[in-house]
């Protein structure tokens, strides 16, 4: 549903279906969104008396649509590298939540940096563990795509156990992942100081990356920190 969106041009605003009923109607409020696509397996329930479109996308008969690329005939306005790519809401730890909106030509821009800068390739695999709600995600989402390589998704909640996420990317032979400090260290320490062999380089971002973190990691991995 997110590629899609983007790809007709228009943004995505990411719900935890888990998180409390009250902030997800907040965010249903201040985003008004035209519709709401989720999955009869999450059971999304729109809160309050508030009416939007819902459509489960596993289980929607979509025969009758065709699967070409949108035409500009068919689009309600312009598209334009600022028009909004996808906004996703702050904790709220501070107040309420903000939703921070960012366009699609910021969203290409960077990816296209990335590409160029991490080498980001056909011959690639790129770990997707983050949940929708937060920023890097978009990395996870995208960088795999726009290089022609592979995502390989992981499980659900999959992101919070280190040694799901070593085998995971070991068996998938992954070749660049994202990673805040704090969790590369406990991948580190699962791992006995060792990551996954087809690890080219890892991006720890995110929060300040401790020195002793850093030189356990290149003491005894070949991957790019």
């Given at each position: 549903?997110?590629?899609a969106v983007a790809?007709?041009?228009?943004?995505y605003?990411?719900?935890?279906?888990e998180?409390?009923?009250e902030?997800?109607g907040?965010?249903?409020?201040?985003?008004?969104p035209?519709?709401?696509?989720?999955?009869?397996?999450?059971g999304?329930?729109v809160?309050?008396?508030?009416?939007v479109?819902?459509?489960?996308?596993?289980?929607a008969d979509l025969?009758?649509?065709s699967?070409?690329p949108?035409t500009?005939?068919?689009?309600?306005a312009p598209?334009?590298?600022?028009n909004?790519?996808?906004?996703i809401?702050?904790?709220?730890?501070?107040?309420?939540?903000?939703g921070v909106a960012?366009?699609?030509?910021?969203v290409?821009?960077q990816?296209?940096?990335?590409?160029?800068e991490?080498?980001?390739?056909?011959?690639?695999?790129?770990l997707?563990?983050?949940?929708?709600?937060?920023?890097l995600?978009?990395?996870e989402?995208?960088?795999?795509l726009?290089?022609?390589g592979?995502?390989?998704?992981?499980?659900?909640?999959?992101?919070r156990?280190?040694?799901y996420?070593?085998?995971?990317?070991?068996?998938?032979?992954?070749t660049?992942?994202h990673?805040v400090?704090?969790?590369?260290?406990?991948?580190?320490?699962?791992?006995?100081?060792?990551l996954?062999?087809s690890l080219?380089?890892?991006l720890a971002?995110?929060?300040?990356?401790p020195?002793?973190?850093?030189g356990?990691?290149?003491?005894?991995?070949a991957?790019r920190?």
């Open positions: 549903g997110m590629y790809k007709a041009g228009g943004a605003v990411p719900v935890d279906p998180q409390p009923a902030r997800t907040y965010i249903l409020e201040v985003a008004a035209v519709a709401v696509l989720t999955t009869e397996r999450d999304f329930e809160p309050g008396e508030k009416s479109r819902t459509l489960a996308i596993d289980t025969s009758a649509l699967g070409a949108v500009d005939a068919e689009r309600r598209l334009r590298a600022s909004t790519a996808y906004v809401f702050t904790s709220g730890s501070t107040g309420r939540p903000k960012v366009p699609h030509g910021a290409v821009n990816l296209v940096w990335k590409r160029a991490y080498a980001l390739g056909a011959d690639d695999a790129v997707l563990k983050t949940a929708a709600t937060f920023d995600s978009v990395w989402f995208w960088s795999a726009v290089s022609g592979r995502l390989v998704i992981a499980a659900p909640d999959g992101h156990d280190p040694s996420l070593n085998g995971l990317t070991a068996e998938q032979s992954v660049t992942l990673v400090p704090s969790m590369l260290e406990a991948l580190l320490v699962e791992g006995g100081g060792v996954a062999g080219r380089q890892v971002i995110g929060e300040a990356l020195a002793a973190t850093a356990r990691f290149l003491a005894r991995n991957a920190l």
